[in-house]
């Protein structure tokens, strides 16, 4: 496998600090786990879905069925896809100002210079701006049919945002007091949706017509809403998102901390142990304020942040802790190039077309009930095979 090259982008960043002080192991787990994330998305639930359809079989049904949103309450695999992603760029936040941070001399980021910061800030400005824009881009900008027809909420956008807000909160507070703005983020959305009154609804009630969130969503965004009423990457709802952010910034500055008392494999067990721990929390406070992701209710950010640290904890424990390297390298593939990758699949590539090029003159001659399975499958290697030709070429998308 080639040297990994340097990745500037803040949600691929984590392992690729080129310092001359301290440089610090690379943690190709988080690659492969954004890679993993991103694989259901730009391709994988075809697969399942084709399959499930072709088989008929209980556990494939099952999955097809982990692979689609919920309505409203609930949670489905699906729904995490979003969150762990965003979990993951909030990972890579402590690694990427590593180099920063030992150049300085000081302890933590919360240290740096004020000129430093400003530098920083400029930077995670930029960032969330073009992310803001990539997401608009996504919703069909270059298709302009009118101010109205335009819906400016988007992933990209939630995922620049709440990233630069975490960051802000990472750069100026030291770790406790970072629990406590998780804390109040969490806290305070839900007091502000339990108590805040909706003009012809009342307080506390979470539907999509009559939630705060989805009434904050009518007064204040601009253009088409997801839903006409509610937009699940609405205003308010991101406040939360910044604590799914967060949780991420925590993982990375534990399993950044150097202690003779805290080696990988010790990490490793202890994100598992606080994995559990967020679920059950995330569970009990379900009981009254339901998991919702389209809400981004503050137990759907434990409950999904739970997930998240038992996946983180799983990936590292077997790629970075033991070694086991070689049989994520398509997940690897993936994770180096995801903003590219997302982008592509979400209709600027036409990978089905290219794939039934390929692959079409030989699909045509299985069973017909497979027919739809080797398509799927076609699509997954087209798109691998993109990633693997700029993975050699050392060709990714910076931002």
Not at 30 to 45: C, K, N, T, V, Y
Not at 259 to 270: D, F, L
Not at 308 to 322: E, G, H
């Amino acid at each position: 496998m080639p040297k990994e090259p340097l990745i500037s982008d803040p949600t691929i960043n984590a392992g690729h600090v080129n310092s001359t002080a301290v440089k610090l192991p690379r943690l190709l787990s988080l690659d492969a786990l954004r890679g993993f994330d991103m694989f259901w998305i730009m391709s994988g639930e075809g697969v399942i879905h084709a399959l499930a359809k072709a088989t008929n079989w209980p556990v494939l049904l099952w999955m097809s069925g982990q692979l689609h949103h919920t309505d409203w309450n609930g949670i489905t695999f699906y729904d995490m896809i979003f969150p762990l992603f965003l979990f993951i760029a909030g990972v890579s936040m402590p690694y990427s100002m590593h180099n920063k941070v030992i150049k300085a001399n000081v302890s933590d980021a919360s240290l740096l210079p004020t000129s430093e910061k400003r530098k920083i800030y400029l930077s995670m400005l930029r960032r969330t701006v073009i992310l803001l824009f990539l997401g608009l881009v996504v919703n069909g900008l270059f298709k302009w049919n009118g101010y109205e027809q335009t819906r400016f909420a988007s992933v990209l956008g939630r995922i620049g945002l709440a990233w630069f807000f975490a960051g802000l909160i990472y750069l100026n507070f030291d770790v406790k007091k970072q629990l406590i703005w998780f804390a109040v983020l969490l806290l305070g959305y839900w007091a502000a949706m339990m108590l805040i009154p909706v003009p012809g609804y009342g307080a506390g009630v979470l539907t999509m017509n009559g939630s705060l969130e989805s009434y904050i969503d009518r007064l204040l965004l601009p253009g088409r809403l997801h839903d006409k009423i509610h937009d699940p990457e609405g205003v308010l709802s991101t406040i939360p998102a910044i604590g799914t952010a967060m949780l991420g910034i925590f993982t990375g500055q534990f399993l950044k901390f150097e202690s003779a008392k805290w080696p990988m494999w010790k990490k490793g067990i202890a994100l598992f142990v606080a994995g559990i721990i967020l679920i059950a929390a995330g569970g009990l406070w379900n009981l009254t304020f339901p998991i919702n992701k389209r809400l981004w209710t503050s137990s759907f950010v434990l409950f999904v942040g739970g997930w998240s640290l038992i996946f983180m904890s799983v990936f590292y424990m077997i790629i970075d802790v033991a070694g086991y390297r070689k049989w994520a390298f398509p997940f690897v593939l993936i994770g180096v190039n995801s903003i590219l990758i997302y982008l592509a699949s979400e209709g600027m590539v036409d990978f089905h077309h290219t794939a039934n090029f390929f692959f079409g003159g030989l699909i045509q001659y299985t069973a017909q009930s497979w027919q739809a399975v080797w398509q799927a499958v076609a699509i997954v290697i087209t798109q691998l095979a993109l990633l693997y030709f700029l993975y050699r070429n050392k060709i990714f998308l910076k931002i």
